[in-house]
């Protein structure tokens, strides 16, 4: 499903040139449950703002189902981003002035849905992430594991077929890291989708089908 080719990555500061990313190789095969694990600075992160298009390799190819992601420019990119990829990060970033409802609809309002159907999809999938009874709450009063719950629930919204999360329990106590871990392992299984997960969590990254280890910008052998 996704070839990594050769991938780099480099930023420049004041004190000159950062690689991040040092030539990285890489196959995920559909439907497959992969960890992405390693130090703080190793670029876990990185690798996965630019599997989901959210950045730009320095250099190398992103494949995803025969097509170079990495080379897409404008509404293509754009498209491939809102459609293709639902993305799930460690602090939520819900919108605080939107209710829950709100908050998943947005992506289908967005893509110019209509709001009676924007509305429908996002009331079924809060059913779904069992926050039925939460839906004009807004993310102020709702618990940490409640608002990772609306946060997935955004990110299905579009139905993707991947799904990128940025360590999703690193914020959460034991006990709601497991119901979230439980939740997206249902979702993983009802839907198909093919699940990369960047964690910190070597007990969780060890519960997926493989474990990707990132140390200084390659993936260790």
């Known amino acids: 499903m996704i ?11 004041d004190n000159g040139r950062v690689d991040v990313l040092r030539g990285i190789d890489l196959s995920i095969e559909r439907g497959e449950r992969v960890g992405v694990v390693g130090s703080s600075g190793a670029g876990k992160t990185t690798l996965m703002h630019i599997l989901g298009a959210l950045d730009r390799p320095s250099s190398g190819q992103v494949v995803y189902d025969g097509h170079e992601v990495s080379a897409l420019r404008g509404a293509a990119l754009d498209s491939f981003r809102n459609r293709t990829v639902g993305f799930v990060f460690q602090f939520h970033q819900l919108l605080p002035e939107f209710t829950a409802l709100e908050n998943v609809m947005m992506p289908a309002l967005v893509a110019r849905k209509s ?4 509305s429908v999809l996002a009331r079924d999938l809060l059913q779904e992430v069992g926050l039925a009874h939460r839906l004009t709450h807004k993310p102020g009063q709702l618990s940490g594991g409640e608002q990772q719950r609306v946060a997935i629930a955004r990110a299905l919204v579009l139905t993707p077929r991947l799904l990128l999360a ?12 497991e119901e979230i871990y439980r939740l997206l392992n249902q979702i993983h299984q009802s839907r198909d989708l093919t699940m990369i997960f960047v964690t910190h969590s070597e007990s969780l990254a060890n519960r997926l089908d493989r474990v990707v280890r990132i140390v200084d910008g390659l993936v260790a052998s």
């Open 3 to 13: 070839e990594v080719k050769g991938v780099t990555k480099s930023f420049a500061t």
């Open 115 to 118: 709001s009676r159907e924007a």
């Open 166 to 177: 940025d360590e999703p329990t690193g914020n959460l106590d034991s006990v709601t890291s």
